[in-house]
C-alpha cells in the first residue's frame, strides 16, 4: 500500500532526469575531445611551416587539458549533488515514516478518548 504515490514518481522522474544529465553531459563532451583530436590532426596536415605548428598544438594541448580539468570538475560536482540529492531523500522517506507514526499514534489516542468518552456518557445516563 503507497500512501505517498507521488514521492515514488517524483524520485524516478528527478532521478532519470539526473541520469540522462551525465549521460548528455558524457556524450557531448567526449564528442567534443574528438572533435579537438580532429582539429589538431587537420593542423597537423596543414601546409603551415612546422615552426607554427609547434604553439598550435601546444595550445590545442592546453586547451583539451583545461577541458578535462573542466569535465573533472563537473563530474565532482554532479556526484556531490547526486548524494546531497540521495541524503535528502533519505530524511524526506524517514520524517514521513516517523509522521505516520506519530499520526497512528495520536489517532490511537484519539480513539481512545472517544471510548471513555461514551462510557462516561453511559454512566451518567444510568444515573
Known amino acids: 500500500m503507497e500512501k505517498y504515490p507521488s514521492r515514488k514518481g517524483f524520485a524516478n522522474k528527478f532521478g532519470k532526469s539526473l541520469s540522462s544529465l551525465k549521460s548528455s553531459m558524457s556524450k557531448a563532451l567526449q564528442s567534443n575531445t574528438s572533435s579537438n583530436k580532429n582539429e589538431v590532426q587537420t593542423i597537423d596536415s596543414s601546409p603551415l611551416p612546422s615552426n607554427q605548428q609547434i604553439p598550435r598544438k601546444s595550445f590545442d594541448s592546453q586547451s583539451s587539458k583545461q577541458l578535462q580539468n573542466d ?3 563537473l563530474k565532482e560536482l554532479l556526484n556531490k549533488k547526486e548524494s546531497l540529492l540521495m541524503e535528502l531523500t533519505k530524511k524526506y522517506h524517514e520524517e514521513c515514516l516517523k509522521f505516520d507514526e506519530e499520526k ?18 453511559k454512566q451518567l445516563n444510568t444515573q
Open 104 to 121: 497512528f499514534q495520536l489517532n490511537q489516542i484519539i480513539q481512545q478518548y472517544k471510548n471513555e468518552n461514551i462510557q462516561l456518557k
Open 71 to 73: 569535465v573533472d570538475i
